[in-house]
């Protein structure tokens, strides 16, 4: 398995609201996320493992950036950034095989597409880096993101109850998926479309 991705960003996507530039996250992009996390709605943050409405969250996600162990893309419209995904790996653990992949898009580019082209471009560098299989968690009312992920061939594997609280105190259900990279990345060679992706 390799621990870096080989992609080349930036890169800029077509959605129904226009056009959005992909690039890696990396140091000085604090600011930047915090005032995309500052503009979601609370509910929005329920399903990450943490709260990115904190600096010292944002600041340890960019150190585990540098360390190697999450590979992150920033959506950016007008300079703002719009969304992003983290895909996390430990391989210090006993899945290092797995990757979680984290998407957020803000509420104004919902519904454009834009979450699709970063749950892809995800999947892409899961491939690249090795990966066989890659997780994804949300709450279930989260209908437009669980299509998604479903398009592209992930399956509900999961449902943990009352497994996040907001901050009001209300328990929500949190719905897992996964999809098994090793297996599609081995139907793209018997097919010869390794680089379609």
């Known amino acids: 398995m390799t621990s870096k991705a080989n992609r080349s960003y930036p890169r800029t996507v077509t959605t129904a609201a226009g056009e959005v530039e992909l690039r890696l996250m990396g140091p000085g992009d604090e600011a930047a996320v915090l005032a995309f996390a500052a503009g979601l709605p609370e509910h929005d943050l329920l399903f ?3 709260d990115i409405t904190q600096p010292k969250v944002v600041a340890a996600w960019v150190r585990e950036i540098e360390q190697g162990s999450i590979t992150s893309l920033l959506a950016l419209r007008a300079g703002a950034v719009v969304g992003y995904t983290a895909l996390v ?12 992949l984290r998407v957020l898009v803000g509420p104004g580019l919902r519904g454009q597409g834009l979450g699709r082209h970063l749950v892809q471009e995800s999947f892409a560098i899961a491939l690249e880096l090795g990966l066989e299989k890659v997780v994804a968690q949300m709450t279930v009312d989260q209908t437009g993101a ?6 592209i061939g992930f399956r509900g594997e999961a449902l943990l109850r009352e497994h996040v609280r907001s901050r009001d105190g ?3 259900d949190i719905v897992i998926m996964s999809h098994d990279v090793a297996r599609f990345q081995a139907q793209m060679e018997a097919y010869g479309l390794t680089g379609a992706v």
């Open 170 to 172: 209300v328990k929500h």
């Open 89 to 100: 790996r430990d391989p210090l653990s006993w899945s290092p095989h797995v990757g979680e």
């Open 48 to 50: 990450l493992r943490r």
């Open 146 to 151: 669980i299509a998604v992920f479903e398009d």
